[in-house]
């Protein structure tokens, strides 16, 4: 089993940077862990994945160029640097842990085994 817990979500203005974390504990060397959001009433949406040697990414197209998706394996942490927020990408952030052989199913919500508590994240004036 995995623990994921999210941290570094808040209140940004418009074109503001947020930096998340998502801290792992437990069976962390089988599992790897990617970005979801999701807002009140829509579908979770996969943001950012990063592969297993840390080498290919994967992100929505609503956010390329803007986020960041990277892992620091020593301390079981991956991080979603967030760069020119937008009010449309207010949320609540969500990490969630995969097997090392989906990367064929990056950021399809059926892929993930664990998940964290989410994080707020809210873009505004």
């Known amino acids: 089993q995995v623990q994921l817990v999210e941290s570094g979500g808040g209140s940004v203005q418009p074109g503001g940077s947020l930096r998340l974390s998502c801290k792992a504990s437990?069976?962390?060397?089988?599992?790897?862990v990617d970005w979801f959001r999701q807002v009140p009433g829509k579908e979770r949406e996969g943001v950012a994945s990063?592969?297993?040697?840390?080498?290919?990414?994967r992100y929505a197209d609503s956010v390329k160029g803007r986020f960041t998706i990277s892992r620091d394996t020593a301390n079981h942490t991956t991080y979603l640097q967030m760069n020119n927020l937008k009010p449309e990408d207010t949320a609540m952030y969500y990490c969630?842990?995969?097997?090392?052989?989906?990367?064929?199913?990056?950021?399809?919500?059926?892929?993930?085994?664990?998940w964290g508590q989410g994080t707020q994240v809210t873009v505004s004036l």
């Open positions: 990063l592969d297993t040697q840390g080498k290919l990414t």
């Open positions: 437990g069976d962390t060397q089988r599992y790897y």
């Open positions: 969630a842990a995969r097997d090392g052989g989906t990367w064929a199913y990056v950021l399809q919500r059926s892929t993930y085994k664990y």
